[in-house]
């Protein structure tokens, strides 16, 4: 079956008995699907949860253009399927007013408002990732 989203997986999932989806671990939450413990690259069977998710993204190391892809952490807690989500933005901005209100947002969003990323079952971000994403932030013109 095809289902397009996070929205059509978890309508499929919830009403085809037996059936197995991808969809985003907060969206999982939210529709209070059940979810699969994975065996990650230690050959631990590890559910997704905060802490497995925090588990995986501890040791990275974002690379001068901030692409990074988390393919089977090594940690023995790390959940094998983590991801961050991308924010892409120009560097030079003519509006300023418009570069100030998205500088002013995305440093809430790293910094002030990560403490509501638990409550959504969001990933919060180590602290190497957001210096390194603020840095990236602050070279908006």
Same mark, same amino acid.
């Given at each position: 079956m095809r289902a397009r989203g996070n929205e059509g997986v978890a &309508?499929? @999932?919830?009403?085809? +008995? &037996?059936? @197995?989806?991808? +969809? &985003?671990?907060?969206?999982a939450r939210r529709a209070d699907l059940r979810v699969a413990q994975l065996e990650n690259r230690a050959g631990r069977f590890v559910a997704p949860a905060e802490t497995s998710s925090v588990a995986a993204l501890a040791d990275v190391v974002l690379p001068e253009n901030l692409r990074v892809y988390v393919p089977d952490p090594a940690s023995p807690d790390a959940y094998p399927i983590v991801t961050l989500t991308w924010i892409l933005l120009y560097r030079h901005y003519p509006a300023a007013q418009k570069r100030r209100e998205l500088h002013d947002l995305f440093r809430w969003c790293m910094t002030d408002g990560q403490q509501y990323a638990a409550a959504l079952a969001y990933t919060p971000l180590p602290p190497a990732i957001v210096s390194r994403s603020l840095a990236a932030l602050d070279a908006l013109e």
């Open positions: &309508g499929r @999932i919830k009403h085809a +008995v &037996g059936s @197995i989806g991808y +969809v &985003g671990y907060e969206f």
